[in-house]
């Protein structure tokens, strides 16, 4: 992948518009037009170094080696997301797994899908991609442990959701202890 397309793809994954990342940009004092951005981001030209790095600040790239290099090394757990404990994220069980840069550069780790629950979208044996947080909003789809139980599924108000219509939503009471471990974010 080239850098220009690296480039489009963390600003987008920021959300950031070009016309934003140009006021951002104002802001600490670089004189930029939405032209150039576009120039930088179909590999016709590269900004200064300063400029690189003014935009992965802006677009919070914390590591720009993982945002900017095509191979990368996440954990693949060995446990398939709807089995087991909620607790699997946790344990040692998982082999290193090379991921080029068509993996958004906010995954932390990757699961396994098993079964049709989420299809159309995601299917039985496809690898996904987790960036870890504690919290998502609704309509996110993520990673989750309700009572101990681990699930991918889609966050809806006061439900666990499946894609596919032939699940029922799992309900999330008050008294029920619902972990969310993080965001599929590929």
């Not at 690189?52 to 590591?63: E, Q, W």
């Not at 693949?76 to 997301?81: G, I, K, Q, T």
């Not at 899908?113 to 690898?127: A, E, L, N």
């Not at 991609?129 to 442990?145: A, D, K, M, N, R």
Request: hydrophobic content about 40%; aromatic content about 10%; glycine content about 8%.
């Amino acid at each position: 992948m080239n850098f220009g397309k690296k480039l489009f793809e963390v600003r987008n994954a920021a959300k950031i518009s070009r016309a934003q990342l140009v006021e951002l940009l104002g802001q600490k004092g670089f004189d930029v037009k939405t032209y150039t951005i576009s120039k930088w981001e179909t590999g016709v030209s590269k900004p200064t170094i300063e400029v690189f790095l003014a935009i992965c600040d802006i677009c919070r790239v914390d590591d720009i080696r993982l945002a900017f290099t095509d191979k990368r090394h996440l954990r693949l757990f060995d446990l398939p997301v709807s089995a087991g404990l909620g607790n699997y994220l946790e344990s040692s069980d998982y082999k290193m797994i090379e991921v080029d840069g068509t993996v958004p550069y906010t995954a932390d780790y990757a699961i396994t899908v098993s079964g049709d629950s989420m299809m159309p979208r995601f299917v039985d044996k496809q690898i996904i991609f987790i960036h870890g947080q504690p919290t998502l909003e609704e309509g996110e789809i993520g990673i989750f442990s309700l009572n101990n139980e681990a699930y991918f599924k889609k966050l809806e108000k006061g439900h666990l959701v499946s894609l596919n219509p032939a699940y029922p939503p799992i309900p999330i009471r008050d008294y029920d202890d619902l972990i969310v471990f993080g965001k599929v974010v590929g």
